[in-house]
């Protein structure tokens, strides 16, 4: 089957543009996560959604991130008036929830930003 | 908050030679997972540990968990180059109930490079 699909795969910007990064989740998982990683460094927890749940909001660096889901599947980020500190690979991630899951989390390619 | 710490960051090694990459963390959590990242590529989940004392084997690597010491090992045996790569562990926060915000915090991972 189909894995965690992210695009674009690849984005440049000028700074205080804004960008959209979209990431199509396995088909029936449940949660869906985004990381932020920058060079060098882990994975940076931003958002989770599961369900109809309210998402978790609280890994988000500032105001100009947001993100949505719409109908429990596809999910866009959004980062308003783009900084240089905001360049980095944006890892998408999505997991089943159901009895007996382990709470793995399964990962796209990543959306790689660069901001000029 | 909890602290996930990955000992080395880097490693150069030869073929043929044994090491540990070692995470340690900072609060109570009995689920840990492995993860390896090829240069430019996602994260490929390699074990998940679930349980104080699990251990875990798929050919040449080796993860263990001891969660009184909040420690996991993942041990490499007789490396070959194909396992260059980076690898990161991964805590999860909380027993996993399969609901509520749940993500996973990870560790700067380890660079690890094996020579011919």
């Known amino acids: 089957g189909a894995g965690v699909s992210q695009s674009p795969s690849n984005k440049v910007t000028e700074k205080g543009k804004d960008v959209e990064l979209r990431c199509d989740p396995i088909?029936?998982?449940?949660?869906l996560y985004w990381y932020r990683q920058s060079l060098g460094q882990g994975l940076e927890f931003l958002i989770y959604f599961q369900g109809n749940s309210a998402p978790d909001k609280s890994g988000l660096p500032s105001d100009r991130f947001s993100a949505e889901r719409t109908g429990g599947s596809v999910s866009t980020l959004t980062i308003q008036r783009t900084q240089q500190e905001d360049s980095a690979v944006y890892l998408c991630a999505s997991s089943p929830i159901a009895g007996g899951n382990t709470g793995e989390l399964f990962f796209g390619e990543g959306s790689r930003l660069t901001v000029l | 908050e909890l602290k996930v710490e990955q000992n080395p960051l880097f490693l150069s090694m030869q073929e043929g030679k044994n090491y540990t990459i070692y995470c340690n963390y900072s609060t109570t959590s009995d689920r840990l997972y492995w993860y390896r990242q090829d240069p430019g590529k996602s994260l490929e989940s390699l074990f998940v540990l679930l349980s104080n004392g699990a251990v875990k084997q798929e050919g040449r690597l080796m993860a263990s968990l001891d969660t009184k010491a909040r420690l996991s090992t993942l041990h490499i045996t007789a490396a070959v180059h194909d396992l260059s790569a980076t690898y990161f562990c991964a805590v999860g926060t909380a027993p996993y109930s399969g609901g509520g915000a749940d993500g996973l915090t990870f560790g700067k991972g380890t660079h690890l490079i094996i020579q011919p």
């Open positions: 088909s029936g998982h449940t949660a």
